[in-house]
């Protein structure tokens, strides 16, 4: 997982840092319906993409959830 991704997770989401692995699934992380919300949110703020609250669930995992932000960052 990025450091971009465990940042913004950790400083921005207030998840566990403990709880942030590439295999950790997002109820695992610590995400709630709020927390996709806001990620969504901060996503497209800060890189400028549109990743919907129901891709994010369907990352399963922190590490699938990292794959799927570049992929998004590089179709820009």
Known sequence: ????????????????????TDDASLDRAGFDSLAIVELSVLLTDRYAIDISDSEIKGAATLGRLDLLIQRKRDER
């Open 1 to 20: 997982m990025t450091g971009d991704l465990t940042s913004i997770l950790r400083d921005e989401l207030k998840l566990p840092a403990n709880h942030l």
